[in-house]
T-cell receptor, first 114, second 115 residues
Framework: NAGVTQTPKFQVLKTGQSMTLQCAQD?????MYWYRQDPGMGLRLIYY???????DKGEVPNGYNVSRLNKREFSLRLESAAPSQTSVYFC?????????????FGNGTRLTVT | AQSVTQLGSHVSVSEGALVLLRCNYS??????LFWYVQYPNQGLQLLLK??????LVKGINGFEAEFKKSETSFHLTKPSAHMSDAAEYFC?????????????FGTGTRLKVLA
């Protein structure tokens, strides 16, 4: 009963380095999301995938790219990390595009960019 | 676009006291509202959701929330706080943007429970 699994849990990058955050869900959910959480700002949507084969920008997409590899996996890539991308990143999924489907969250990736 | 406002970024209550966490939303149509809880170093977990079936919604761990359309509010309450309730709480609304439903989160309220 893993739910949403994110890897890695922690990461430290230097400015300009790249990395990919991995997310996988085993609940057969159609929609997947990437959020960042910063103190006092709640959760802000970076990118989402309403269904397999589609991706769209959220509120704060600059500096990020995503790939919906298959129905289970949705990765987030930082091509050239910046200190402003220091944050906690959460992947989430839900069953469908319906408006009352609850989100299921992973435990997050804590990223520090120096 | 819809939005949610959580009043009070930090709330402290004594163990056994009433918990009241405030959430106001902006919406022109019946909203779908949610409360989530986040324990340290974990992701968010669903506490409860409002989907227009009933104005008083009961959730897990003894929490409940009342939808008040006239006040555009969806405040979270619990009659008696436990130490284990210490966490951060997020109110969220589901909004349809360009044919896709997305969540809009409030900025969160950190609840501290005093012994």
């Amino acid at each position: 009963n893993a739910g949403v699994t994110q890897t890695p849990k922690f990461q430290v990058l230097k400015t300009g380095q790249s990395m990919t955050l991995q997310c996988a869900q085993d609940m057969n959910h159609n929609s997947m999301y990437w959020y960042r959480q910063d103190p006092g700002m709640g959760l802000r949507l970076i990118y989402y995938s309403a269904s397999e084969g589609t991706t769209d920008k959220g509120e704060v997409p600059n500096g990020y790219n995503v790939s919906r590899l298959n129905k289970r996996e949705f990765s987030l890539r930082l091509e050239s990390a910046a200190p402003s991308q220091t944050s906690v990143y959460f992947c989430a999924s839900k069953t469908s595009n319906g408006n009352n489907s609850p989100l299921h969250f992973g435990n997050g990736t804590r990223l520090t960019v120096t | 676009a819809q939005s949610v406002t959580q009043l009070g970024s930090h709330v402290s209550v004594s163990e056994g006291a009433l918990v009241l966490l405030r959430c106001n939303y902006s919406s022109s149509v019946p909203p779908y509202l949610f409360w989530y809880v986040q324990y340290p170093n974990q992701g968010l977990q669903l506490l409860l959701k409002y989907t227009s079936a009933a104005t008083l919604v009961k959730g897990i761990n003894g929490f409940e929330a009342e939808f008040k359309k006239s006040e555009t509010s969806f405040h979270l309450t619990k009659p008696s706080a436990h130490m284990s309730d210490a966490a951060e709480y997020f109110c969220a609304v589901s909004d349809r943007v360009s044919g896709t439903y997305k969540y809009i989160f409030g900025t969160g309220t950190r609840l501290k429970v005093l012994a």
